[in-house]
């Protein structure tokens, strides 16, 4: 079966400083990669995949990912953090038509 | 462009009542259609998903169930909640041997 692991609750840095959530996946296959983000009462809103190729993926309001295949990782990246970057995170993996399956998600604080 | 609905956007009811969440989508022919259940703000939780008209699948068996009536509808049901059916309710659509989900904004049940 297929799962992915977010080992961090929460995540706290400053603004303006980089911020990484890690994730890493088990699957059988070549991994269908998702980060989400969800602010507060609000659904979730996709902010990259990687399916295959380069192995840097860019997404929504300057995130990035890197698929790391040696480590089984896809942890998710910014350069600079934004106070309004504060929300939480979750790394899925695509199953087929089953669906995705989440991390247990992991809470990102920056401070002003 | 798509976009997805999903109402009431919060519900109060008491134990052992009935339940209706509806979830429409627009903009795009024959999706996949998905219902999560979201506890405690953390893990998502695949209740059903449905590929066509009249297609569910079951995920976890519950006492909930899904209908697909129209093509771009799918509606969440229950004919007695239970304290444990508390949690938010998202509602996700894919196209057809697509890979990424899109989510809707959610639905809060409050099952006193």
């Known amino acids: 079966a297929q799962s992915v692991a977010q080992p961090e609750d929460q995540v706290n840095v400053a603004e303006g400083n980089p911020l990484t959530v890690k994730c890493t996946y088990s699957?059988?296959?070549?991994?269908?990669l998702f980060w989400y983000v969800q602010y507060p009462n609000r659904g979730l809103q996709f902010l990259l995949k990687?399916?295959?190729?380069?192995?840097l993926v860019k997404g929504s309001y300057g995130f990035e990912a890197e698929f790391n295949k040696s480590q089984t990782s896809f942890h998710l990246k910014k350069p600079s953090a934004l106070v309004s970057d504060s929300a939480l995170y979750f790394c899925?993996?695509?199953?087929?038509?089953?669906?995705?399956?989440f991390g247990s998600g992991t809470r990102l604080q920056v401070q002003p | 462009s798509q976009t997805i609905h999903q109402w009431p956007a919060t519900l109060v009811q008491p134990v052992g009542s009935p339940l209706s969440l509806e979830c429409t989508v627009e903009?795009?022919?024959?999706?996949?259609l998905y219902w999560y259940r979201q506890a405690a703000g953390r893990g998502l939780q695949l209740l059903f998903y449905?590929?066509?008209?009249?297609?569910i699948s079951s995920e976890v068996p519950q006492n909930l169930s899904a209908s697909r009536p129209q093509d771009r509808q799918f509606i969440l049901s229950s004919k007695k909640l239970l304290l444990s059916d508390s949690g938010f309710y998202l509602c996700?659509?894919?196209?057809?041997?697509?890979?990424?989900?899109?989510f809707g904004p959610g639905t809060r049940l409050l099952v006193l």
């Open positions: 990687y399916i295959t190729g380069d192995n």
């Open positions: 699957v059988s296959g070549n991994p269908y």
């Open positions: 903009g795009t022919s024959n999706p996949n």
């Open positions: 899925a993996v695509y199953e087929g038509r089953r669906a995705l399956t």
């Open positions: 449905s590929v066509g008209i009249g297609q």
């Open positions: 996700a659509w894919s196209v057809v041997g697509g890979e990424t989900q899109y």
